[in-house]
């Protein structure tokens, strides 16, 4: 479908505003100001009083953990992770994960999002079909784990599922890497180091490496796992992980939060890029990354919402928020992150840490995922710079139109691919059952 979005205040990639006309044809960009006389709309789409952006690319999540919000709150991470979440994951179905996964979608769209990197499984499948039904863009990875530590028998089954795992993570590659008009992507996903041994992240780095696939994988998110793997390996995780040889394939990173001067320059050695999750880490007393510096270092960092089990929501506005300030008040410098640093990374640098090429920018020849924010609002008035309004001010329930792959998600604030309905309902039966 032809669409024009007439007389909207954009965000063009230089990170200037500019009150301009969008035409878009299929699933892309064709031109922004002017209209060819050649161009005919079979829709059109007033953006008077609206501020058009990149959609939002949510570099780190964890989605059908969206069914475990509020389950497990106020906790240290490992105890969190070991006493309440993976006992509770043990007990999910297929199912499940699909139903976690669309209210995620549902959530998503909502507020914004029009791309996610999910890490988890299994039945990482399902996550594609949520993908495919919903029109959000999607890199996936199977959330491997290979690890276990209680008796020899244990051991021996754990490696097993974990070879298992990687299987599975070998063909959901082939199966839809590049599908649904390459809005999903395929990502290998070694869980954190503390789950993976080193033989078992070779093996996953051999397997990424011959399909040619790029890495996911936790990195550095708490002291704990900094001084376990030191005196585990003598070495600190980044400089074990590379031992390995899994930072050869590409690599995103989420967390990085404890890093010293090696690890930078291990970071930039392999052009890792990080993915930021400052809610996350507040909310588990992780700590603080040093994104300032990271930035400055030329490191890509993206934003990502962690699981909504640990956020406590899927809402990127808020994690562009959240960056924009904790940095300011962590450094002691109120130019540390500015406004329009905050929103890049919740879009342009996001799809760059994804290596997506043709999304993250509104400009012509880009895929045409682009999100329309209302301006009627009391927090968009008055408009002296919509971007510091976007950081500072605006709240993600101004979303009015989510577009991906120039196919229109959510109008006006109702949802068009989805019943959202029904999967609320559902996601709330699987819930009850799950926590039963």
């Known amino acids: 479908m032809n669409i024009l979005i007439k007389d909207v205040v954009a965000l063009l990639p230089d990170g200037t505003t500019s009150k301009t006309n969008i035409s878009i044809a299929k699933d892309r960009i064709v031109s922004i100001g002017d209209i060819s006389d050649s161009f005919h709309a079979e ?30 709150d106020d906790m240290k991470l490992m105890d969190w992770l ?32 029009t791309t996610f990197a999910d890490m988890y499984g299994p039945d990482m499948e399902k996550v594609a079909e949520v993908v495919v039904d919903s029109g959000l863009r999607g890199v996936l990875s199977q959330g491997l ?39 999903i992507h395929v990502m290998f996903g070694p869980h954190a180091l503390y789950t993976c041994p080193p033989d078992y992240l070779r093996k996953v780095a051999e397997k990424a490496q011959i399909l040619g696939a790029e890495v996911h994988i936790h990195m550095s998110e708490t002291i704990g796992e900094v001084e376990s793997c030191l005196k ?34 291990i970071i930039k050695k392999y052009k890792i890029r990080v993915v930021h999750n400052p809610g996350s880490n507040m909310k588990l007393a992780s700590g603080v990354a040093p994104v300032p510096y990271l930035l400055e270092e030329g490191i890509c960092v993206a934003l990502g919402t962690d699981g909504a089990s640990s956020n406590n929501n899927l809402d990127m506005l808020d994690e562009v928020q959240l960056s924009a300030l904790l940095h300011k008040v962590h450094t002691l410098d109120p130019l540390s992150i500015p406004a329009l640093t905050a929103v890049k990374m919740g879009t342009e640098y996001g799809a760059k840490a994804l290596s997506l090429s043709n ?18 609002g009391a927090e968009w008035t008055p408009c002296h710079n919509p971007v510091s309004l976007l950081a500072y001010s605006a709240k993600s329930s101004s979303v009015d139109t989510v577009m ?15 019943d959202e309905e029904r999967i609320l309902y559902e ?8 926590t039963s």
């Open 43 to 72: 829709k059109v789409i007033d953006g008077n009083n609206h501020f058009a952006i990149p959609g939002f690319v949510n570099a780190h999540t964890h989605a059908s953990m969206t069914l475990l919000r509020s389950y497990a």
């Open 82 to 113: 070991q006493q309440m979440i993976w006992p509770i994951e043990a007990k999910m179905r297929s199912n499940d994960i699909y139903w976690g996964a669309m209210l995620a979608a549902v959530e998503m769209i909502r507020s914004g999002t």
């Open 145 to 183: 784990i290979g690890v276990g530590r209680r008796s020899d028998s244990l051991l021996h089954r754990c490696v097993l599922s974990g070879l298992q795992k990687l299987d599975k993570n070998v063909e959901l590659y082939k199966n839809f890497h590049g599908a649904a008009n390459d809005r």
């Open 232 to 265: 585990e390996y003598g070495k600190r995780p980044f400089a074990h992980v590379a031992s390995t040889g899994l930072f050869e394939n590409g690599t995103l990173a989420a967390h990085c939060v404890h890093l010293d001067d090696e690890d930078i320059s």
């Open 359 to 376: 999304v993250g920018q509104l400009q012509v020849g880009n895929k045409a995922d682009i999100i329309l924010f209302s301006m009627s």
């Open 404 to 418: 991906v792959d120039g196919k229109i998600l959510m109008e006006h604030r109702e949802i068009k691919t989805l």
């Open 427 to 434: 996601a709330h039966q699987v819930a009850k059952r799950l």
